[in-house]
């Protein structure tokens, strides 16, 4: 018969058989396997039988549940698997007589048993995050780099909308006498950015041609507004 035994400090706790139903481990009375310490949630995680396997399941606990030091969200459990939760350690003994064999070994070897600590979860978290943070793709930040001599050099495009125009409260302020307050705006979307033209005498071209509504913008596209000629591109933005 498959069975939990409940684990603390090295030493055992309870065994639990799994028959038939699921069941469930957590702080409160009511479940299957209740855990008394703060660093287990109310509802913490379950095991649902599968034909002859079984899933363990974290039922969006506080604190995670960990298998052999890893966090799961489902995992389908194999004999020998230390399931962590808290700082208790749940050993999974599957159904057999090799595996009823093996348990008693398990038992004499217990210092081989990773006992999830306050400090050794903040590691193992630690961990996954700085995992998922080398596996994100860095964030880039658009950029206009002024190519006409006016000086005026790159402007990074770090807001939602960059106003284009000669008004004291633009972003990329231009002059000129046919320049309006507000002649073009760039958007800054998850897709990407994206420039529109707002109306005036001076003309919006992208690439030579003349815009009169939105287009998205692309790395190295060539803007002329009026007199001005600036090109877009993206690089790697600085903020972490």
């Known amino acids: 018969m498959a069975r939990m035994i409940l684990m603390f400090n090295k030493q055992v706790v309870k065994e639990y058989p799994i028959l038939k139903d699921s069941i469930t481990v957590g702080r409160n009375e009511d479940n299957t396997i209740s855990i008394d310490n703060l660093a287990v949630s109310g509802y913490h ?25 890893k966090k799961i969200v489902s995992h389908k459990l194999s004999h020998g698997d230390n399931v962590m939760i808290g700082k208790h350690v749940l050993l999974f003994v599957a159904t057999g007589k090799e595996a009823d064999a093996e348990v008693g070994e398990q038992k004499m070897d217990l210092d081989k048993t990773m006992m999830l600590d306050t400090a050794k979860q ?10 998922a943070m080398a ?46 307050p507000t002649a073009a705006t760039i958007s800054r979307r ?40 600036f090109q877009f591109f993206q690089k790697e933005s600085k903020k972490k």
């Open 135 to 180: 596996a994100r793709p860095a964030e880039k930040v658009g950029v206009v780099s002024f190519i006409d001599g006016s000086n005026l050099g790159e402007i990074e495009l770090t807001k939602k909308l960059t106003k284009i125009g000669k008004a004291a409260t633009s972003e990329v302020k231009l002059s000129g006498i046919l320049m309006p």
């Open 45 to 69: 995680a379950r095991i649902d039988p599968a034909g002859s396997d079984f899933i363990l399941t974290d039922l969006q606990s506080t604190n995670g549940t960990f298998v052999n030091d």
């Open 190 to 229: 998850p897709s990407g950015y994206t420039i529109s033209f707002t109306g005036g005498m001076s003309k919006l071209k992208v690439n030579g041609e003349v815009v009169k509504d939105s287009v998205p913008l692309k790395d190295f596209d060539t803007i002329e507004l009026g007199s001005f000629k």
């Open 122 to 131: 903040k590691e193992l978290l630690a961990k996954q995050k700085d995992a």
